[in-house]
C-alpha cells in the first residue's frame, strides 16, 4: 500500500507545470485531497480490472479532476505543495502519517458500522 501511494504521487508530480507560481496548501487540505485521491486511485484499479475501457478513456484523470473540483483546489497548487513535500522528507512523512491516520478511523467506522 504504501509503495502504491508513493508511486501515485510521484506519477502525480511528473505532469506538473514548471513555469507556475509557487503557492502552497496546508497540512489539513492536502491530507483530505490525498486520501480521496487515493480512494479513486483504488475505485479506478478496481474497474479498470473488469473494464478495459477505462484505462483507455483516461478516466482516472477525469476522476482526479473530479476531486480537485470538489474540494476547490487547483491540481497545479497540489502538484506544487507534493513538489515541495518531496524535497522535505520531514513534511512528508507528517503528511502520509496523517493519510494512514485517517485510513484506519474509515476503517474503524466500517467495522462498528457492520
Known sequence: MKN????FL???CSCQNKTAK???LDMNTMKTVVWQLMQTDEYF???SLLDSTWRLGR???KMYQQVFDLNKVDRVVFYNTIDFL???PVEFRLLMDSVQEVSKREKLKKMVIK
Do not use: G
Open 59 to 61: 478516466r482516472n484523470i
Open 10 to 12: 510521484l506519477a502525480l
Open 4 to 7: 502504491s501511494v508513493i508511486v
Open 45 to 47: 484499479t478496481r474497474v
Open 86 to 88: 518531496e524535497r522535505h
Open 22 to 24: 509557487k503557492e502552497q
